[in-house]
């Protein structure tokens, strides 16, 4: 194999490229990627009829599909394809399904999430986008415009499903996979991944011959070429070395069909078995490729035997302790890698390695590290992270480990938000706490305990060391996942922040001593946003007489909504409020994505002028979302005292893009201005005075 080829090649990024582009070209650089294979193959083999609408699946049979995802992650895929292949409304309007174009790629993409989250892997969802074409009349039959109209289509709901990257894959009409490029890029600016098709003659089906294929994708800008299909792995390594000359610095991807075909009983068979695919990934590599997966005939065995071979070459190359197997269980510290380009690790809150060892005592605890950081005007940065649905928690320690190196001071963690079932907040807080040294908030709702519960569950966190809290009443359980589900909420997050007031007094909501008095950092939330505003003000005073501590913000879009805000809250407070405030930041990634947020979302309001900046901003969405957060939070620096970052669509790269833009420059450029101490303010008799 080629030294310079494997294992590592030189992709740097320049600085037009957005950073979800770097961060890929970052991940495929280190290490080569294996994607999953045959989605189609895979379904047929579990009942579903050769001739059903493999896109409409989504909708009819979501769990058949969600299955399969879960197949290939547990079969080792670094990334999985959306079942999208052919949900273009050219193809649609065939079966009556065209005005539900954005609503079908909308739910692949949220399936093959939530499979990830399932499997709790850190795997990649690639938005599927096959060649434009009439099943009746071919691919020729359209044109190249509306080749690129049907593509904006599929991909504005795949966006807004929440895709990692856009894979254009088994086109063969250049024009129009070039036509659809130029769509992607206008909507998005995640990596673009464009893969052709040849006959037996190394040829498109337009004539196009691979090293004319390879200049043409190369200028376009795509952030990977590649073949797929075709009659095998060795016609596709042949392909692959025809384009690979033409192809420049773009990396290479290789995606064959399982051999020929043939029918046998009314059933598809392939030639080329697992064993076959595994004997070829060296060969895959020495042809230059760095993502490697299977097209039709492929099955998670070939995926397995693909990522069993692909770990040990790699380990060849690499070195044996850099290769751990993709799908076998991992201790949490060794899932939690760094990621590429993060730098140094933040300083955690202060422990000491005897604290495991220190016996009870009746003394109030030491104010949590997010006390100490608002009482010396610190400005405090905290990112938000889903838990997983999930029993593995791998993944999740990976996105908690990224944040802390990116300069955050704590996570907090959400509970199961939506009423969308995730593991629960105290055991993600105390794992994070646990493996990564990292101060944890988890956000408490009182929608499913009752009195007895909260105070239980209070406790025991509490003895675990999580002690920084946000009361919430949570979402109702109709817009979740068990919608004939009910809600208990014996007390709303005003009555939440009075129990947790009264455990720091020492004593429970009935008036006994607990055995010593808690040290609870208590968090209330605030929509500044609010079409009620007085009702908003009425409503947060009351929470700051409860016993607050602390304000965390909804996502602002711009200074003027904090304005109107505080014009209405100065008559109460004067010019800052009563308790030290996180601003709540959602950094934006595309024009779809503010839309949905603006119009879909409860408690988020975009104004229109920002709006319309992401509508501008084309490919360069997530590097213009970021600039407006910062440019935002500069603005709001004397007025808050720290910002609450939620990462949309599990985007924690972007937040700690984010979190180091920050640090640099509203932090460590200056010193930080002063901010109250919540130290006697807490004191909930005190607020009542």
């Given at each position: 194999?080629?030294?310079?080829?494997?294992?590592?090649?030189?992709?740097?990024?320049?600085?037009?490229?957005?950073?979800?582009?770097?961060?890929?070209?970052?991940?495929?650089?280190?290490?080569?990627?294996?994607?999953?294979?045959?989605?189609?193959?895979?379904?047929?083999?579990?009942?579903?009829?050769?001739?059903?609408?493999?896109?409409?699946?989504?909708?009819?049979?979501?769990?058949?599909?969600?299955?399969?995802?879960?197949?290939?992650?547990?079969?080792?895929?670094?990334?999985?394809?959306?079942?999208?292949?052919?949900?273009?409304?050219?193809?649609?309007?065939?079966?009556?399904?065209?005005?539900?174009?954005?609503?079908?790629?909308?739910?692949?993409?949220?399936?093959?999430?939530?499979?990830?989250?399932?499997?709790?892997?850190?795997?990649?969802?690639?938005?599927?986008?096959?060649?434009?074409?009439?099943?009746?009349?071919?691919?020729?039959?359209?044109?190249?415009?509306?080749?690129?109209?049907?593509?904006?289509?599929?991909?504005?709901?795949?966006?807004?499903?929440?895709?990692?990257?856009?894979?254009?894959?088994?086109?063969?009409?250049?024009?129009?996979?070039?036509?659809?490029?130029?769509?992607?890029?206008?909507?998005?600016?995640?990596?673009?991944?464009?893969?052709?098709?040849?006959?037996?003659?190394l040829r498109m089906a337009d004539g196009t011959e691979p090293a004319a294929a390879a200049r043409a994708l190369h200028q376009a800008g795509v952030d990977v070429i590649g073949v797929n299909c075709g009659?095998?792995?060795?016609?596709?390594?042949?392909?692959?070395?025809?384009?690979?000359?033409?192809?420049?610095?773009?990396?290479?991807?290789?995606?064959?069909?399982?051999?020929?075909s043939g029918r046998v009983g009314g059933t598809f068979v392939w030639a080329a078995d697992p064993a076959w695919f595994a004997e070829e990934v060296p060969d895959f590599l020495a042809a230059g490729a760095r993502l490697i997966g299977g097209c039709c005939g492929t099955t998670p065995e070939h995926v397995a035997a693909m990522r069993q071979a692909l770990d040990r070459q790699f380990a060849r190359h690499a070195g044996s302790d850099a290769v751990a197997g993709h799908a076998a269980p991992q201790t949490a510290g060794a899932a939690a890698g760094t990621m590429p380009g993060s730098p140094p690790s933040a300083t955690p809150r202060p422990r000491t390695a005897g604290d495991d060892k220190k016996p009870l005592t009746l003394e109030t605890p030491p104010p949590t590290g997010l006390a100490t950081a608002l009482s010396t005007g610190r400005f405090v940065i905290s990112v938000e992270i889903d838990p997983p649905r999930s029993v593995r928690i791998e993944r999740t320690l990976v996105a908690a480990r990224l944040i802390r190196d990116a300069g955050a001071d704590l996570v907090n963690i959400s509970d199961s938000a939506m009423a969308r079932v995730r593991m629960g907040a105290m055991a993600v807080a105390f794992a994070v706490q646990r493996e990564l040294d990292l101060e944890s908030l988890i956000h408490f709702t009182t929608r499913d305990r009752n009195l007895m519960a909260l105070e239980s569950e209070l406790l025991g966190a509490h003895a675990l060391d999580i002690r920084d809290i946000l009361a919430l009443t949570g979402d109702p359980p109709r817009v979740g996942d068990y919608p004939g589900g009910t809600g208990i909420w014996d007390i709303d997050s005003i009555g939440l922040i009075g129990i947790l007031a009264r455990l720091n007094r020492g004593e429970d909501q009935a008036g006994r001593p607990i055995g010593a008095p808690a040290g609870f950092t208590i968090a209330c939330a605030l929509d500044p946003t609010a079409a009620d505003v007085g009702g908003e003000i009425d409503r947060l005073a009351r929470k700051i007489d409860a016993g607050a501590h602390l304000i965390m913000t909804q996502p602002i879009y711009a200074r003027a909504q904090w304005d109107r805000f505080m014009d209405r809250a100065g008559a109460r407070w004067g010019d800052r409020l009563p308790r030290p405030v996180l601003f709540g930041v959602l950094p934006l990634h595309t024009a779809r994505h503010a839309e949905f947020l603006h119009h879909e979302v409860p408690g988020i309001t975009i104004p229109d002028d920002v709006r319309e900046a992401m509508s501008a901003a084309g490919d360069r969405g997530t590097e213009v979302g970021l600039e407006q957060s910062l440019a935002l939070l500069k603005e709001m620096r004397p007025f808050v005292d720290g910002t609450y970052i939620m990462p949309s669509f599990g985007r924690y790269e972007q937040s700690a893009e984010l979190v180091r833009r920050v640090r640099a420059e509203l932090i460590e450029s200056g010193s930080a201005a002063a901010a109250m101490s919540i130290i006697g303010a807490g004191n909930p008799g005190e607020a009542r005075a």
């Open positions: 194999m080629p030294p310079a080829r494997y294992p590592c090649v030189s992709m740097a990024p320049t600085p037009a490229e957005s950073h979800a582009r770097r961060s890929f070209a970052e991940r495929i650089a280190a290490r080569p990627l294996l994607l999953d294979g045959a989605m189609g193959t895979l379904l047929f083999s579990r009942g579903i009829p050769q001739r059903a609408s493999l896109d409409e699946l989504v909708l009819s049979r979501p769990e058949v599909v969600g299955a399969a995802h879960r197949e290939y992650i547990a079969a080792g895929a670094d990334i999985i394809e959306t079942d999208s292949f052919s949900a273009n409304p050219v193809h649609l309007a065939q079966l009556g399904l065209a005005d539900r174009t954005a609503q079908i790629n909308r739910r692949a993409a949220q399936l093959a999430r939530e499979a990830r989250d399932v499997a709790g892997v850190d795997v990649l969802v690639a938005g599927s986008v096959g060649p434009i074409s009439s099943p009746l009349h071919g691919p020729g039959h359209v044109s190249a415009k509306v080749a690129a109209e049907a593509v904006r289509q599929q991909l504005e709901g795949l966006l807004e499903g929440g895709i990692d990257l856009v894979q254009l894959e088994t086109w063969s009409d250049l024009a129009h996979l070039l036509a659809a490029v130029e769509a992607a890029r206008r909507l998005s600016d995640l990596p673009v991944v464009a893969s052709v098709t040849f006959g037996e003659d009659s095998g792995p060795l016609a596709g390594i042949d392909a692959l070395g025809q384009l690979a000359p033409a192809a420049g610095d773009t990396p290479l991807q290789i995606m064959p069909n399982a051999g020929l």
